[in-house]
């Protein structure tokens, strides 16, 4: 990570105009310009605050490597700052009616909802993913996560029907750089909804939308320290995770840091809720409607490019519609717009990092090696900035690693099968369990296989559909616990009696 010593003192904000020298022309969503700071601070009860070491890090753009903003790198004493100021917010946030908890969280959905293009473009600038996305996809479902919690905020005794439920106190939740904004949603919707309260650490890649929530939170008049947000990098991550005051932690990111946190967490009376990676197997049988599965298996892969932990990105092909359907596929793809994530026509943007374009690169490389056959269609990639063409390869078998691994990336993998049988066996034949889908005309198939396979999320006939109101979670590798609906409201109480399983 880029580190940036606080030897000079950095006042005021960066000002982007479009279509000035940042060459964000034209304007995507009517904004002629907004501001964002050039130095961002702690947000720690209710305050912004200096760090206590003193240092800074570098947020950039990844499809131009501008450097957006300095952000503030929080030691052990900041991590420790965040947690008093959540317990001390507790005593009074618990004692809230649920009515009242719910009129904040409705307040928070709105001010997003106005908001919204702005949110829209600083996720676009920091993260690289098309606007049209972050405006159609990311920030309404992230309002939608705040306004669906609120509802259930006064409604706790009907979720867990004489059982008594109370917050766990204070949560610590750690999330990935994929979807900054819906994630710090995800999670602090549930939990403040419950009436816990909430120290949050957003990726040290993409921390400007979580920085900018708290300024929602200022003005929905969230009591201080309900929500505190803390950025740095892992090692931040692991100070929080290892803090005492922590009552329950909620991880969002990559398998091998989730096996950390676990053991972080092992012999402590502490609450866990992991969500990891995934290697979703995306299943099309011969009977399936081909013209709209192969939209759902673009969607499925190339979305955000493929920096998706539920992504399709194992497509298994039933023989007799193989070469047809990969035909189809080549041809759509060569329709993919790739370029500026700030136009509105663009499909593909930038990858998220430097390090996360090296890792495609490797696996991709592995893949060619292995004697898998490439499809890349033409497309001009800026010169500067990190860019991945959409890519395709067949000839896949389940020994390959492009087959078993998480490429985090716009990689298709191609397989074959014969039957629903093998079909089923293929698919579930990987050390995640995270998502599916399937495509078929036959619902009595659907619902043979959707039983068989060992997914958390399966779906039929669409790809990457996310609703608040809907259980999102994996087995295996892919963690454990639930993020939306009522299973996920069970994650942020404590249950004291009744008869009812919880
Ligand atoms: P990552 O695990 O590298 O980092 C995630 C977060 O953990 C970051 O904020 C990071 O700073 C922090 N971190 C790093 N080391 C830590 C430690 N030792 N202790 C505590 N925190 C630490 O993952 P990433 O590269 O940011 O995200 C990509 C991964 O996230 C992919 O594997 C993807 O599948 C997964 N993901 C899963 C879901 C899901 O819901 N299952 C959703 C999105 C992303």
């Excluded at 946030?93 to 409705?106: C, I, P, Q």
Aim: charged share 25%; aromatic share 8%; with cysteine.
């Amino acid at each position: 990570m880029a580190k940036t010593k606080n030897e000079t003192k950095v006042d005021g904000e960066r000002e982007l105009t479009f279509g000035g020298v940042w060459n964000y022309a034209p304007s995507p969503e009517g904004i002629d310009h907004f501001t964002i700071p050039k130095r961002c601070e702690l947000f720690v009860g209710g305050e912004w605050i200096k760090p206590k070491t003193g240092e800074y890090f570098a947020t950039v753009d990844p499809a131009t490597e501008a450097v957006l903003s300095e952000v503030a790198l929080a030691g052990d004493k900041d991590v420790d700052a965040a947690v008093k100021a959540a317990q001390k917010a507790f005593v009074g946030w618990r004692k809230l009616s649920g009515e009242d908890r719910a009129r904040y969280l409705f307040r928070i959905a709105r001010i997003l909802l106005e908001r919204q293009r702005e949110f829209a473009c600083l996720e676009t600038l920091d993260n690289g993913k098309p606007i049209k996305e972050t405006r159609d996809v990311d920030i309404p479902l992230a309002a939608q996560h705040f306004f669906y919690h609120a509802g259930w905020a006064d409604k706790l005794e009907l979720l867990f029907p004489g059982q008594s439920p109370e917050p766990l106190g204070v949560v610590g939740q750690v999330i990935p750089w994929n979807f900054p904004l819906l994630m710090a949603a995800w999670k602090i919707a549930p939990a403040l909804a419950a009436g816990n309260t909430v120290v949050l650490k957003p990726a040290e890649t993409s921390p400007l939308t979580a920085l900018r929530l708290c300024e929602v939170f200022q003005q929905a008049g969230l009591p201080p320290g309900v929500v505190n947000v803390i950025t740095g990098d892992g090692k931040t991550g692991a100070a929080l995770v290892r803090h005492p005051g922590l009552a329950k932690v909620a991880f969002t990111g990559s398998t091998e840091v989730g096996k950390e946190i676990q053991r972080a967490v092992a012999g402590r009376s502490v609450e866990l809720t992991l969500e990891l990676g995934g290697k979703a197997a995306h299943l099309v049988f011969e009977d399936a409607a081909l013209d709209q599965a192969v939209e759902g298996v673009v969607r499925g892969i190339f979305f955000n490019q493929g920096h998706v932990c539920c992504a399709g990105s194992r497509l298994l092909v039933q023989e007799s519609v193989h070469e047809l359907f990969v035909d189809k596929l080549r041809r759509r793809m060569a329709r993919i717009r790739v370029g500026n994530p700030m136009d509105k026509n663009t499909d593909m943007g930038a990858i998220h990092s430097a390090a996360q374009l090296a890792r495609i690169r490797e696996l991709v490389g592995d893949g060619q090696a292995s004697g898998c056959e490439l499809y890349q269609p033409k497309c001009e990639l800026p010169k500067k900035g990190y860019w991945f063409a959409p890519s395709m390869f067949t000839g896949v078998t389940m020994s390959h690693r492009i087959a078993r691994e998480e490429i985090f990336g716009p990689v298709l993998s191609v397989l074959t099968f014969r039957t629903p049988e093998e079909a089923v066996e293929k698919a579930n034949n990987t050390a995640y369990g995270l998502s599916a889908g399937i495509w078929t005309d036959k619902g009595a198939r659907i619902l043979w296989l959707a039983e068989r396979m060992k997914a958390g999320v399966v779906w039929n006939n669409t790809f990457n559909r996310f609703d608040a109101a809907s259980p999102f979670g994996g087995f295996k590798e892919s963690g454990f616990g639930r993020e939306g609906g009522r299973q996920g409201m069970r994650g942020y109480v404590r249950l004291q009696g009744g008869l009812l399983p919880g």
